[in-house]
């Protein structure tokens, strides 16, 4: 069974600009999450999709989003880039069963610069 | 909001030595999840638990749901050298709605030495 898979790996971009991140999760996985990882703050909710509607939002500003498509995958985007968004943002995907709440899968991670 | 209060910050432990960890927050929880994650990757599950006072064992590992719902302690007996590694504790409310939203502790970073 194929983990779940996170593109790009790393990527560098400069202060204003705008990011795209992707996820694809488990196969038969329909709840994809997203983390930011920082050393200062550690591991921070961001959102979780489900049946490609957000439901649940954690404490950032407007300028992270996300989507999901029909297949699952998805995407997040930040814009107006800031150095305090240097990061590394996880995807994990998750079973929706109740019995498994919690059990999530995670990517390796796309580390992201912001110079 | 929620926050996880996890100790120590950091071990330094010989080959062979027990370790313990232990998580405490303000709420409550439903659910109890102990993680690990190696250098480049992403975090993976170690122990799930889901009942108060549970006491659940995965080979070396044992994690234990606190009675209050408050807490929650992770032991590694016989420490080897692969056991090297940040270890987070995270809560869950454990309802159906938000399956993927955990609150992380700061994490453990464990050394070994061997």
């Known amino acids: 069974k194929a983990g779940v898979t996170q593109t790009p790996r790393y990527l560098i971009k400069t202060r204003g600009q705008q990011v795209t991140l992707s996820c694809s999760p488990i196969?038969?996985?329909?709840?994809v999450s997203w983390y930011q990882q920082t050393p200062g703050q550690g591991l921070q909710f961001l959102f979780e999709?489900?049946?490609?509607?957000?439901?649940n939002k954690g404490n950032f500003p407007g300028r992270f989003s996300g989507r999901q498509f029909s297949n699952s995958r998805s995407e997040m985007n930040v814009s107006t880039l800031e150095l305090g968004d240097s990061a590394l943002y996880l995807c994990?995907?998750?079973?929706?069963?109740?019995?498994?709440?919690?059990?999530?899968?995670f990517g390796e991670g796309s580390r992201l610069t912001v110079l | 909001g929620q926050q996880l209060n996890q100790s120590p910050q950091s071990m330094f432990i010989q080959e062979g030595e027990d370790v313990s960890m232990n998580c405490t927050s303000s709420s409550i929880f439903n659910t109890w999840l102990w993680y690990k994650q190696d250098p480049g990757e992403g975090p993976v599950l170690l122990i799930a638990?889901?009942?108060?006072?549970e006491l659940t064992s995965n080979g070396r590992l044992t994690a234990q749901f606190g009675i209050t719902r408050k807490d929650s302690f992770l032991n590694i007996s016989a420490s080897i050298p692969s056991d090297v590694g940040i270890y987070f504790c995270?809560?869950?409310?454990?309802?159906?709605?938000?399956?993927?939203?955990?609150?992380f502790g700061q994490g453990t970073t464990l050394q070994v030495k061997p």
């Open positions: 999709y489900f049946s490609e509607t957000q439901r």
């Open positions: 995270a809560g869950s409310s454990g309802r159906s709605s938000n399956t993927g939203k955990l609150i």
């Open positions: 638990l889901y009942k108060a006072g």
């Open positions: 196969s038969g996985h329909r709840s």
């Open positions: 994990a995907s998750s079973s929706t069963f109740i019995a498994n709440t919690g059990e999530l899968f």
